[in-house]
């Protein structure tokens, strides 16, 4: 289970993401909801946006694997802090010097460290603060600006659209 009590999705890995084995991790949320304000099927298939009714049972099977499977791991005693002192006396105990950075390197990616700044200064910097103040130090005063492109009107709704319905997912 993760930390706000919610399952992860199931993704099964051999399908590609086509047909019956995409992993649809949307229209699962989308129906996780819409089991709260109906059971009928052929509205769950309007709501979660299926093409037809056996998706939804589809979709229904693998929250169900999602639930079991998270179940069997909880049952088994895999959980993650498990995993975390697993990594740790990786970490610890390796006598190959590889295996530890490697186990190092994974810590610091799950904690979104694993990449280098020189210092708090730069940490904060884009790349075209940093190219304005190469340009300014080899040029004298360079000006340097960047015209973002317009974002077409159906296309920023459709940005909208979607953050509303991202925002209400995990609620």
């Not at 949307?26 to 093409?51: C, H, W, Y």
């Not at 000006?143 to 509303?164: F, G, M, R, S």
């Amino acid at each position: 289970m993760s930390e706000n009590g919610k399952l992860r999705p199931v993704e099964s890995i051999d399908g590609g993401g086509v047909g019956f084995y995409r992993p649809n991790v949307l229209q699962q949320n989308i129906l996780l909801k819409a089991l709260s304000v109906t059971t009928d099927p052929q509205k769950l298939k309007e709501m979660a946006g299926f093409r037809n009714v056996a998706e939804v049972y589809r979709t229904l099977d693998k929250l169900s694997m999602r639930k079991e499977y998270h179940a069997a791991l909880a049952k088994h005693g895999l959980t993650l802090d498990i995993i975390v002192s697993g990594l740790k006396d990786i970490c610890n105990n390796a006598k190959n010097e590889n295996v530890k950075l490697q186990g190092y390197k994974t810590i610091l990616k799950s904690i979104g460290l694993d990449e280098y700044k020189e210092s708090g200064e730069e940490a904060g910097k884009n790349w075209e603060d940093a190219l304005q103040e190469h340009a300014n130090e080899l040029e004298g005063k360079v000006v340097y600006e960047v015209d973002a492109p317009k974002i077409p009107y159906t296309e920023e709704q459709q940005i909208k659209k979607e953050k509303a319905i991202g925002a209400n997912l995990y609620e």
